[in-house]
Nanobody
Framework: QVQLVESGGGLVQPGGSLRLSCAAS????????MGWYRQAPGKQRELVAI???????NYADSVKGRFTISRDNAKITVDLQMNSLKPEDTAVYYC????????????????WGKGTLVTVSS
C-alpha cells in the first residue's frame, strides 16, 4: 500500500517562490526516478522536472533555471523549489515516483499523488 501526498501548494505573487514536497508511505524496497508534473487549465499534463536514482535531473524548458528538484531517499520525498514564479506556472502539480513496493514488480511501477494547486497571481 503506497501513497504519495503532495504539500506546499498555494497562492503566490509573480516573482515569488514556493516549495512543493511529496512524501511516499508504504513498504518500499527501491526508489527509482521521481518527478513533478503539472496540468494547467485547458492543457495536457506535462513533465516539469525529473530526478533519477543517481540524482541526474531534467527540466522542462519553461522552468529551467527557475525550478530545482531534489530528493531524499531516506525519507522517500521529492521536493520542487520554484523561484521566479510566473502566472503561466499556475497549475495543479502532481508528484510521481517509480517505486518497487512489496507487491512488485521488480522493475517498479509508477505512483501518483493527488496533486496540489499552485496559483501565481497578483
Amino acid at each position: 500500500q503506497v501513497q504519495l501526498v503532495e504539500s506546499g501548494g498555494g497562492l503566490v505573487q509573480p516573482g515569488g517562490s514556493l516549495r512543493l514536497s511529496c512524501a511516499a508511505s508504504g513498504t518500499i524496497f527501491r526508489i527509482n526516478a521521481m518527478g513533478w508534473y503539472r496540468q494547467a487549465p485547458g492543457k495536457q499534463r506535462e513533465l516539469v522536472a525529473i530526478i533519477t536514482s543517481r540524482n541526474s535531473t531534467n527540466y522542462a524548458d519553461s522552468v529551467k533555471g527557475r525550478f530545482t528538484i531534489s530528493r531524499d531517499n531516506a525519507k522517500i520525498t521529492v521536493d520542487l523549489q520554484m523561484n521566479s514564479l510566473k502566472p503561466e506556472d499556475t497549475a495543479v502539480y502532481y508528484c510521481k515516483m517509480n517505486l518497487v513496493a512489496r507487491i512488485g514488480p521488480w522493475d517498479g511501477m509508477e505512483y501518483w499523488g493527488k496533486g496540489t494547486l499552485v496559483t501565481v497571481s497578483s
